[in-house]
């Protein structure tokens, strides 16, 4: 069980244009979602948690108007990287947690390459 | 604020030896570590939750431990092998209400055959 999904799991886009991942939970609801960005070597950076139907809190340095977060529902988180830009290049994974969970479940995650 | 620390980036053993890995946090104590394994190009899957008054806890060949006066979880692989090989992430509360956490750079165990 708990089992979240992405999806795509790889997207090569042109510099100005928007890019929108999903991230589903399939087996189970999740009232919290976040979503993390991973350079190379680098460890997991919270950007954002969002609950569903309420608006995304994001992190300092995280700017909102640019990372568009959607939790419309208790099973799907969209993270929409608009006007994209070479250094939006990264590994974005998401992760989701029940009500009655301890842990967050990760998604495999989504190479973005801005070129 | 909340630091957590993995010391080591690499760590190189081989098959059938016991590999450990440290974590330090700094600040007040996490309410849980957690541990997660990551393989290349993949998402960090779930291992293991220790919580702040327990002081060990086991799942098959895997074994963490809590010490609150180091501020260190210890993780544990015994008879390690080959597929064991992939990187290590530690992972601490945010210490607020949602639930986040602050995950260390990650330790990348290789066992060798």
């Known amino acids: 069980g708990a089992v979240v999904s992405q999806h795509p799991s790889r997207v090569i886009c042109k510099s100005g244009t928007s890019v929108k991942i999903e991230c589903r939970s399939l087996d189970f609801q999740a009232t919290t979602m976040f979503w993390y960005r991973q350079f190379p070597k680098q460890s997991l950076m919270l950007m954002a948690t969002?609950?569903?139907?309420?608006?995304?809190?994001?992190e300092q340095g995280v700017e909102k108007d640019k990372f568009l977060i959607n939790h419309a529902s208790l099973t799907l988180s969209t993270l929409t990287v608009t006007s994209a830009h070479p250094e939006d290049s990264s590994f974005y994974i998401c992760?989701?947690?029940?009500?009655?969970?301890?842990?967050?479940?990760f998604g495999p995650g989504t190479r973005l390459l801005v070129l | 604020s909340q630091k957590i620390e993995q010391n080591s980036e690499a760590l190189n053993i081989q098959e059938g030896k016991t590999a450990t890995l440290t974590c330090n946090y700094t600040n007040y104590s996490p309410a849980y570590l957690q541990w997660y394994r990551q393989d290349p190009g993949r998402g960090p899957v779930f291992l293991l939750l220790i919580r702040e008054n327990e002081k060990e806890k086991r799942k098959e060949r895997l074994k963490v431990t809590f010490d609150t006066t180091l501020k260190q979880s210890l993780f544990h692989i015994t008879a390690s092998q080959p597929a064991d090989s992939a990187t290590y992430l530690c992972a601490r509360d945010y210490g607020g209400s949602q639930g986040n956490l602050i995950f260390g750079k990650g330790t990348k165990l290789s066992v060798k055959p």
């Open positions: 969002s609950n569903e139907g309420s608006k995304a809190t994001y």
């Open positions: 992760s989701a947690r029940g009500t009655n969970q301890e842990t967050q479940y």
